[in-house]
């Protein structure tokens, strides 16, 4: 049975307090508690491997314990992934939603944004959306292989990289580790204030990975949905290729500056889709942002000559200015998330009040 709770979420993260709270009580951030019908976790996909010939030692595994042999060698589960939900008290959204961070993030990137505000997982929950947000093979909780498992070596993120490369400072040069000389794009919504909690929170990312991350990410649908997916920057290619692998689970598809897309050959499988890719701002100031979403365009053209429905939604023509690439964690991000919901809205994936 059922029961409903209320749930103070004071990051809207893993760090949630839940006690028996009156609709009345306020959140830190100044919004009513949010109520829930549950919450929790779960692993997806992965396969087994069996690995042999690697010599035993004999390791302390803990400052003053006692020696412990260590066998590497047996079968190990690998290439699963995390996924946590909220679904809220009050369901409006017609299917679950589901949100893909992008390389080198975490689900963290939907949570509780760098400088401590509700993050789109808070928005959607309490506009009733039965949400969930996943952490990637090999990102944050979906955990790591044994070595060789991945070709190849993980690819780290310097400091200066995000400021530089997503649109936050004017592009290459702009970072400075003083920040009072740092460069940021005039009008940028993204929270300085917040910038190195942004640097603690990016995460290794393998090159090799990409058929075992769409192999999870399927895996998850086949267990959610229908549902609609939200995906972001490196996501789009296993946001496209997911759905035309599984036309008949997804509802609807948000693609969030992708910068992969799906098969061009199969982009057919998508025509019963509404799909909505969305741009921020000040894409012309870097070299990199015009090709991105050149190619972008490019995919939409493809997608709807082949019978599809997908929409460009560029911010700075709703008058919506100095988006970032990380639009999620802006300044703006609620009014970003309510360009996003009016337009499930419109496709009729929201429920009567």
Known sequence: MKRRIAVVLALCGAAASVQAQ??????SHGQPNLELRGFGSFHVGGREIAITGRPVREMLLTPGGAPTRVDPNGVYVVEQMYVQYLVPARRRGA?????????GLTGVAYETTPDGRPGWLDYFVRRGWDTYVSDAVERGRAGFPPPGVFDGDPVFVPKNRPFEAFRIGQ???????????RRQLPGSQFPMEGYDALLRQQAPRWTTTDDAILRAYLAEI?????C?????SQAGQFGFKAAQLRPD????????????FGEPGRAAA????PTLVLYGDNIEQDARWPVIRGNGLRWVETQNAAGGRAEVIQLPALGIRGNSHLMMMDRNNAQVAGV??????????????
């Open 22 to 27: 009156s609709d009345q009580t306020r959140s």
């Open 95 to 103: 299917v679950p939603l589901l949100l893909w961070h992008g390389g």
């Open 171 to 181: 592009g290459p040069g702009s970072y400075d580790e003083d920040p009072a000389k």
């Open 222 to 226: 086949d267990r959610v949905c229908p």
């Open 228 to 232: 609609v997916v939200l995906f972001h």
């Open 249 to 260: 689970k997804v509802r609807a598809l948000v693609a969030v500056e992708p910068s992969g």
């Open 270 to 273: 998508l025509k019963d889709i």
């Open 340 to 353: 996003i919901a009016d337009w499930l809205r419109d496709k009729g994936l929201v429920q009567d009040e």
